[in-house]
């Protein structure tokens, strides 16, 4: 049996974005499914909570799956609303040794081996001051998959 071809790993985020522009960018990008790493995927911004987001990208064809165990912890969130990203990824590392967040990063790192074409979304606009840029980069380490950011219109 052939082995499936590595598929190129996206990630987007919503800030500052309508969730058409957020779809439209990830149906653009041929993604077959989004894999939200929030810890709490609820928001404020309309359609962008777990259930109305994952039923707006259904509508459109694309799957949804939440990796809970991949959200940053609630003092890494502060450390990033501070503009304290040393301090971000220092928690975010520790983290990621969590038994929860090391079983959704094999989860993840085995839906990018099966080849499919996979987004990682999260709140931060900018994939630089975002965990899911790390997360991301672990999964190209492990699986060679190119990682492309993609950034949805503004509002």
Excluded at 79 to 90: M, V
Aim: hydrophobic letters at 40%; proline letters at 3%.
């Amino acid at each position: 049996m052939m082995a499936a071809s590595i598929s190129p790993l996206s990630t987007i985020g919503y800030q500052q974005a309508t969730l058409d522009g957020v779809i439209d960018e990830i149906k653009r990008a041929k993604v077959e499914m989004v894999v939200d790493i929030r810890a709490v995927a609820a928001s404020r911004k309309p359609g962008f909570s777990k259930r109305q987001f994952a039923a707006g990208l259904e509508e459109r064809g694309v799957g949804y799956l939440h990796l809970q165990g991949l959200g940053t912890p609630l003092e890494g969130r502060a450390a990033a609303r501070a503009g304290k990203f040393d301090r971000l990824l220092a928690i975010y590392r520790a983290h990621l040794k969590s038994e929860r967040a090391r079983a959704d990063l094999d989860e993840l790192t085995n839906l990018v081996r099966e080849g499919k074409r996979l987004c990682l979304m999260c709140f931060e606009r900018e994939h630089s001051h975002c965990h899911r840029q790390w997360v991301a980069e672990i999964v190209h380490e492990r699986t060679g998959a190119p990682v492309t950011h993609l950034v949805a219109r503004l509002e």
